[in-house]
């Protein structure tokens, strides 16, 4: 893989070819250490469009978790079509972030922890398309989540974590 596929800005094409996986989540959750290492190293094979494609179809389940009010949301679908937009380079990475902040904005006015858990999935995703280090954020607000739903319950997080390396596998499958 070329560094330019690998991440399409240049502050990460810096880190090509370099293992800089963190061991510690951005937040605080309650998680399998051997399977978030495991996906963190699969995600870490897959250049930056196919990541944000794997993103945003690991995000789309926890929009259900939405609060109600939200599931028509506009923004959902503006933020989908911009990072669409920004895979196919039809989108700058500025204007893809002006969508990312639109999405932020569903945590932010969500009414239950669980609500703004599952939003920052889906913003974090989106962001996956101006910087590739967000998809395992957007992954670990995953975990976050059923922690919520399931707390301090790992069998359930284990199982959300199997499935996110069972996708990412698939994406890697597309590109190899």
Known sequence: MKKTDYAWN?????????ELISNTPKIKI???????RTLALDLEKLP??????WALENAEPFLS??????MEEQRIEFAKEALK????GKLSAAELRKAGFLANQL???????IGKAAARVFAQAI?????????????????????????YQLAPVSQL??????????????YF
């Open 30 to 36: 309650f998680d399998n250490a051997k399977l978030r």
């Open 127 to 151: 962001a996956v398309g101006h910087m590739r280090g967000h998809a395992l954020i957007s992954a670990d607000y995953g975990v976050k989540t059923i922690n919520l739903l399931y707390p």
């Open 85 to 88: 937009k920004r895979l196919a």
């Open 107 to 113: 945590a932010k006015e969500a009414t239950t922890e």
């Open 65 to 70: 978790y939405l609060d109600v009010s939200f």
């Open 10 to 18: 240049a502050h990460e094409q810096k880190q090509f070819g370099k």
């Open 161 to 174: 974590r199997q499935q996110q390396i069972a996708s990412a596998r698939i994406f890697l499958e597309k």
């Open 48 to 53: 930056q469009n196919l990541l944000a494609e």
